[in-house]
């Protein structure tokens, strides 16, 4: 069993290592944790308090998450009262986000970040702590609607949180080959303040379906799984701010 | 304020440092760590690893120490082998590159201010890097807490798992190799802000072995 996992991991890390892009370390990660159930993944360093929705969006390195619950998430400034994001700054082990159930009993605030999240299918979660070389926090976790891990899963889960982290970092810190038109770069910052299609093409003086296929342009450019991957790494490296 | 590499060869000039070494050993590892195995009446944490093989690396301030660590070769018994064979799935990496990293400890006042990696700890990890591109190693086994292997990983080690974390008490710990190179010291040099060398005397020995 533990010779398997072992060699399960060892491949996993070579091909995390030749990830060339974010959207290629969500990939390899992704056909690892499916056959647990696991559907969404999210990972970033965790912001400082006080720090805006868009630079919380900036510490995001990996994100294949429900992008609706992300952009109520960040904007709300749900982070700053979600129990997981409070365990990983305080603990070193790797958590069922159910084994957290007891601590936040008594805030509401915490209880009902964690309700709505199960209306975004995010009922189940493991999470992985872990530091950086800067001494920042960071985590990294996998959540489905519901489902169930052996513990012997996981070991194999917290070292394939840590090789896919550090390598979507090292890509991350990266500048981007990424060339926007002014229209793209337009488009990018006000999908950033959280604007919808609809609301970008009234601004803009565009038709909705230009909006959505420069959005789509955008995250091609970027090797993005999704806009908010995109807005992460143009607000990381200052293409919008 | 300098890395002394301390062999066989050097370690009678080094009696009252490597006195302190024994103490803060034992006041990390037993006292603040709780490994009450090695714990011993005179304070003094020595094991059957500390032979005249065994290549100690002191920070001393003048003559305090700071930060210690110690290296063992993987051709003869080591940490891995004796004491955690159970962290190691596969075959043993053995080999005269490969040396084993233990005991790795700093003073109170000298360790990471918030969680950022402390100078000592740069200079004690530069120090292994300097001494194995000299001496010929270019992989380090390391028994520790895996939240320490994103660090190594963007250190520019190049990190490899011996086996699955398993549970030490509430803490997890998992075996590694990590392999390293000359972008490695640049990057920990690079990291500190600071091109020189962090070894500052070491037996004549080492030195015969590098010309």
Redesign the interface.
Known sequence: M??R??DE??SF?AAVDHAGSADAVLKTVLSVVKPFGFSQVLAGIIPLPGMSAQQQVANVVLHQWPEQWSQRYFSQGYLFDDPTIQRVTRS???FLWSELEGSYRDRPSARRIMGEAREFDLGFGFTV??????????GFSIASDRGELPPQY???L??LA??A??RA??LADTPPSVKLTPRETDVLQWIAEGKSDWEISKILHVSEHLVDKMARQIRIKFGAANRTQAVAQALRHRIIR | MGIHIVTAENIGSYAEAMEQAYRLRHAVFVEEMGWNDLRRPDGREIDQFDDGRAVHILYLDGDQLVGYQRMLPSMRPHLLSEVMPHLCDGDFPVGPHIWEWTRYCVTKEHRDRGRMLSLAGNLLLSAIVEWGLESGVSKIIIEMNPIWLLRLVQLHFRVTPLGIPQKAGKDSIVAVTAAFDSRTLARLRDVRGDNRRAITVQPAIDRRVRA
């Open positions: 533990s010779r996992s072992l991991t060892l890390i070193t082990e790797p702590p872990m530091l950086t070389l800067d001494g920042q926090s960071a996981r070991g194999p917290q070292l840590i090789y982290f550090g970092l090292s």
